[in-house]
């Protein structure tokens, strides 16, 4: 790994020249412009875990490829195990950085492309994973943080990829060169873009044959000639522009992963960095691959953040003398609860993980859409409860300012203390990072992160083998099985 | 009425001089300022609605006091009509602003101190009533804004007024003059006080006869002596503070009411303006009451905000393309049922209100507690479900000054367009607003506001009846009534 | 009114002589068989109530078409305040029977084809409303129970009734004679209607001219020729087939309202008793209003029955010694709040009713489809909360018959005992109570009666103003208004 | 294994003579009374399963204290594989049977025992666990049948066992003697029970020295003089009595496992048969193990129930003709969502496994806890679910005798008759399965089998390691860490 730490991982950012845009002006340093550090240090605690002793078997595993020690975040899994180490790591990183550190697409993006490259490579005779595997090498020896680009703009959401008025509302292929192709189209939404170093351009739906030019899988240097970045705006994030220390919650991390629109103004790509390009019958595996190892994920690193929420909800309520009440007690136990549920998702989905035919390991679909289906239903409860317990200040606390103005600062002294003898302070900063954690953008994020809710409910009916638990039903009643040909979903 | 419509009503704030601090620096006009003018034009509709024809009979009443057309919001409610159109008047206020309009919270105020002054009065024989009518005509005529200020600062919750480390953390009486009393303390999340014309100051609990000094009702000018107000921070106050006119969501109003710290630094206050002294034994009934109106009033207002916030994914989904979606209209329809539900309870704790003594009509209790409760956690299905239709860019949209910006406008331009032949800029604005309606403040507003969840448990448990239901059960479990003494509902 | 109290409406009964099946046997006496009678009891609760001083106001009212005193049951609503009225009664009817009273379907049939017929006499100048008038003066002066018949049996639900192999799945005219006509199929789950004097048939649906021959309204008696009842099974019947009297729950009613299939094995009806037949374009209004009213009813009838719940868990929760624990409190609370929660919808859906151009007084239709869609959540969450408080042991105890044994008798009063002093029996009795009350035929039938939950959300949404929403909304994002054509729900 | 099938497990059970009452009757053979027979041929699945190959895997292991292959029921686990084994197996039975099979109780009771006993040898120098081995491996060489019975009595839930009034209300030692000791008292909601060949007792709860008397863990044959059982009753157990064959909905298996009073009259039980004896302080290790194996497994066999049921309104919406209905899907999909939800926390806890000191894993206890907790709320909404596609004719269809009555047969199969071409049977039997899955019994189960809802939200609280969660919270929000004496949960 030439990246070893957090520091190293910073300064290779800064070696780079992507064109990036935030509130209408370029950002330059994106380690050290306000929007942009608190998501860049995110990403570093990815960097800095490994390089610390007891979280090194969690952070890093030994490269199947080279069998040089890695960082986990640019390794194919290569069994159960692996599975469930990274969802420990991202359980840890979750509850060390409150936020989202972003480089998860990257490594679902790896994952889903290698088995699927080695699938079409025996369909169609083509050398997709052998490229791969040389791109993959370099980024796991560099250990490069790559943004695993799916979401697509989609224009009307009636209509597919090939039947927009504007047909660049998909990424696609806009011409073919001997050496290589020319892509155009943006990716939305990318988690992590900003500070990564590479781009992995996937489809974001499955294709049919009609739409051969948006099948494209391929990898992008951030600053590739054609490329833009524009940073979106989230919640709170004018207090971190101004750069201030208490109201913003969390002084070191983001609310959220800081995601960014990639436009793609006519990019090319050599062959050697094209991993699938037309073959449109493989592209609904891929999809469906990343989807499902990125939703098993949502169980891990969210969990991390209920696990500070609820910390947090349980320090404010010591400090403001209401802990012991049976409805908060009660309350935190729904917020643990919960949690846990969805850690179980997680771990399971991961348990009854199984090889694809690449060697590479694929977590079960099934649970890991259930995992995140209960994402965009029990963060939101966790908020909640977690406002509830809170109390009302959090919404209608005075700035930092006025706590340090020499006018009214004794009055917010005053008046927002607690319990006797810990520092007003104190309970300001938790309040904020209460504020900061259950406000728009983070919950959003849990929301539509890794697949809107309906798409989860799609795959769950989809693989919910009707017809085989219509005849444990038809078994159990003692009705005879004779129409098998009727016993579909539908 | 001397305050005939919205400009007047500005007007009439610009001849005060509170002394309030936002962000650690004085605000001179509050109608100006751009942290509270958008609360101030809120407020401004409630003098609005009286002014047109279409809305005079919600928004006006006669005063049974002096027999003149007053606004609604200085009224002493004298039927199930009145308690019925408030009702109605608060959704249509909410349709109109998206936000809290602040006037409600004197206006509860008003309705429990004259309830309670007559039946202090009838034990006491003190002329209170008679003091609290002088001090509402004058209301009344001029339609001032009166801000009820009830919740105290509180400092350790396990703790009642008279034990805390700081006597000051519930507002009291310091000093007892012949003409008057000097009272301290502070009164925090005080919606719209920055631009009301007077504080109603209540007690924010039952107190025992051991806490007297902690029994004041009075009425305070909002530039008194003494009282300085704090106005919060809200989410998304930062882009208001810059004049955004796209980012803000809703370009006119606030996210939600606008509060403050009211600091109370030894304050005098007249005898004729004092209506409650001492007489602990009344002050549940004060809470008690005040917390009803206020409590029935969430499920009119808050239904009013999700009215628009209905209609604001309904159009998102039009222009997106997924509004015939069965899921989308499956969960319009749920975001309609929970808001129906919600304004049920408004309408049936009215329907189901009675006099009190004073003639003053009072909600149901019961039926008001349940309302509130719901509104903690429907409010929040609702934002979940909206947040839910809208998609993921509402977290990650680029800022108005990229979509304005030479070098990058055409990018936003281009994707994040929708529907064919709608302008982006609606998109973009549509999913701004319900950033603004789904985020933090408003969402902890509607979680505390009134009372958080809790308190209503408390009162909905101990209204329960639980004898009478048991002697039901019993009797139809064939048991016999005898041991009335044990039927308690503990 | 003829019958005037209980002992006369089962006199009465006596009198018929309906054409009754149950178990394969037929039954003579509804009113004696062990499996109708508890059935019989509960409708005649509806007549004895009448009979009590303390219940009149609410029990009877003066008949718009006499002016003599009626039961509330046969009375057209004339007011809000007779809405209303009739909520707080069937409240106090489901407090008193913990059960279906049976009565509303013909009350509800009643009042929607009052209306109904009133608007078609206008626009076809028939005299159905004259011809119902008569019939329900006679109902009025005799007092006579009505079943109000819509469900049809319904085939294959994926098509419509003209479009069945078997065209009897909808019930229809077979022959058209100068006398009337002859009517064929059959209605389903007919709640009351083996101890009701009469039928009214309405159609179960909004039907297209092609299904003039299913456009039928008319009143039968219910031992008219041709006409089979075969009463339904519910949990628990074989105890009271047995006339065991501790574990039935509720030796004196049933578990819920004792439902029938009506078979018109063509049957005749002569002209004056015929109120609609063939103008299918009144159909939808028809089946609107009846289920309007219908589903109005089911937030009083069972939160009656949610208040016997209640106090049952109460009881049994003193009795067993947990009745103090904050979780206990807290469950208790929640069932509360769910009840009052639900009786708020039907007291706001009547609050808000208005007159029908016939004067007959409507519920305002949103509300009560709300109302009902609760019904359908919250009567299963309460009886969870309920099955939660009570313990395992309603699931597991020993038969009354091993009570009652020489050989065990013992070992059950031993070990089924809970606070001491506390006679084991009123442990087991109220046990079974709620039993009887959580139980499979009682919930499934807050789940359909009235309509199931997916006809209330085409109501809800269909009626949801969703045009009027997207404005407000636009209007509060700064978007102009400009293009109404396109501003539909979908 | 002696007992090699189901069949030899029946003939096993006709040579025992336990003194069995049920409706105050003896049973002489449980394997052939209508009201145990269904029971017994739901644990005999256990040993059918054994004898298939294709469930070899999972329905037997190898001993470790013998080397030869045995049931799996009678296994103590040795790995996290055979953890997630069982699970597997557990979710095969649920689905087969579609009811409990009641061998989880002794199987998790033996588990329970073997690690604490050999901690209390290692505290006590005791040789507990020896006896413990050989008893054991009688049990699995003869592959017989044990009934873990924990939950006693206990009268006045207020008080601890040694406050009762009545002392016997938890199973305890009334006499000791040099070759064993007496016990008294009652096990209540004993699965399996009636047909199980020993009786594995342990205590209810954790205890204090001054309850010695009550710490007894110890195995007696089921039929040991002095024992009496008594049949509990269930809804729908008439129908079974009456040997119906469609309206019972599972012909062959009971609605739920088959509950039974243990009474214990002074029963002798000799030395080697004890395997704790009034060391109280490991009281509470012993209950706490056995609750988690035990919750660990609901989210096994019930989400095979839930398998059944979604199988069964799939079936059921086809032959209506409803199953192509967007809500319907939706339902569905929703049901699969929370069974595999279910699934996922019993495969996460056993994935998460670990061994004791003893040598046998124990699952993670949290996620156990978590997992039933949740079998508490999802089984109750699925259930719901089903309910509400089922529609509304589970609750009033006529009996089977109707069915095959010669005057009304015929009306049945007309009207209740769904897509042309489907046997009306087909769509009776399939309602029947529906009702007899949803109602009383088998919910009360899935809410306090394997402990009360309570329960587990205290063993939540306490292992949610909240002091740490505080710490993570404290870091993120820059407030130092220094005050760890205070940093308590409460």
New interface residues.
């Given amino acids: 790994m030439q990246l070893k730490n957090g520091a190293e991982y910073m300064e290779s950012l800064r070696r780079l020249h992507p064109r990036i845009?935030?509130?209408?002006?370029?950002v330059s340093d994106v380690t050290r412009h306000p929007a942009t550090a608190p998501h860049v240090r995110a990403a570093a605690m990815t960097y800095a875990l490994a390089a610390k002793p007891q979280y090194r078997d969690l952070a890093t595993a030994v490269s199947h490829l080279t069998g040089r020690t890695i960082s986990r975040f640019t390794h194919v899994h290569q069994s159960i195990e692996d599975l469930?180490k990274k969802i420990k790591l991202l359980r840890v990183l979750g509850?060390?950085?409150?936020t989202c550190f972003q480089r998860c697409v990257g490594f679902d993006g790896i994952n889903a492309v290698y088995s699927v490259a080695y699938e079409v490579d025996q369909a169609h005779g083509t050398d997709y994973l052998e490229r791969f595997k040389q791109w993959l090498i370099a980024i796991q020896d560099e250990n490069k943080m790559v943004v695993g680009a799916m979401?697509d703009?989609k224009?009307?959401?009636?209509?597919g990829p090939a039947q927009q008025?504007?047909p660049?509302?998909y990424v696609r292929v806009v011409q073919r060169r001997p050496d290589g192709v020319v892509i155009r189209g943006?990716k939305?939404?990318m988690t992590g873009a900003v500070n990564s170093h590479e781009v992995l351009v996937m489809p974001t739906t499955a294709l049919d044959e009609s739409a051969g030019d948006y099948a494209i899988v391929c990898a992008v240097p951030i600053d590739a000639p054609g490329i833009?970045l524009?940073?979106?705006?989230?919640?709170?994030d004018?207090?971190r522009d101004?750069l201030e220390?208490?109201?913003v919650?969390?002084?070191?991390?983001g609310a959220?992963g800081g995601?960014?629109?990639i436009?793609f103004?006519d990019v090319f790509v050599p062959n050697e960095r094209i991993f699938l390009n037309g073959e449109t019958a493989f592209t609904g595996s891929l999809v469906y691959r990343f989807a499902a190892h990125h939703r098993a994920n949502y169980g891990a690193c969210k969990t991390g953040l209920m696990?500070?929420?609820?910390?947090?909800v349980?320090?404010l309520a010591?400090i403001?003398?209401?802990?012991?009440?049976?409805?908060v007690?009660?309350k935190?136990?729904e917020m643990?609860?919960l949690s846990?549920?969805l850690?179980?998702?997680?771990?399971?989905?991961?348990?009854?993980g199984a090889p694809t035919p690449s060697g590479a390991y694929l977590v079960d679909t099934?649970?890991a859409n259930?995992?995140k289906?209960?994402v965009?239903?029990f963060h939101?409860e966790v908020a909640?409860l977690a406002?509830?317990i809170a109390?009302?200040?959090?919404?209608?606390?005075?700035?930092e300012?006025?706590l340090?103005?020499e006018?009214?600062g004794h009055?917010?002294e005053?008046?927002?203390?607690?319990?006797?003898g810990i520092p007003v302070r104190?309970r300001i900063?938790?309040g904020?990072?209460i504020?900061a954690m259950?406000?728009?953008?983070a919950?959003?994020?849990s929301?539509?992160?890794a697949g809107?809710?309906?798409a989860q409910?799609i795959m769950?009916?989809r693989e919910?083998r009707?017809a085989?638990?219509?005849?444990?039903?038809?078994?159990?009643?003692?009705?005879p099985q004779r129409r098998q040909g009727?016993?579909?979903?539908?």
């Fill in positions: 845009y935030y509130k209408g002006e370029p469930i509850r060390k950085t409150g979401t703009s224009g009307d959401r009636a209509k008025a504007d660049d509302q943006a939305l939404h833009t524009i940073f979106g705006r989230q919640a709170g004018d207090r101004q220390r208490i109201d919650g969390k002084p070191r991390f959220v995601e960014a629109v436009a103004e696990d500070v929420l609820t910390g947090a349980t320090y010591q403001q003398g209401t802990a012991k009440g049976s409805h007690r009660d935190v136990t643990i609860h846990e549920t850690y179980s998702s997680s771990i399971a989905c991961s348990a009854e099934m649970l259930v995992c289906q209960n965009t239903r939101f909640r406002v509830d109390g009302g200040f959090i919404a209608t606390l005075p700035s300012y006025d340090e103005s006018a009214v009055i917010v005053k008046y927002f203390s607690g319990v006797s104190e900063k938790i904020r990072l504020e259950t406000g728009g953008t919950m959003v994020e929301m539509h992160g809107s809710p309906q409910r769950i009916f919910g009707l085989e638990k219509v005849k444990l039903a038809k078994a159990l009643a003692g009705i009727k016993q579909k979903s539908d």
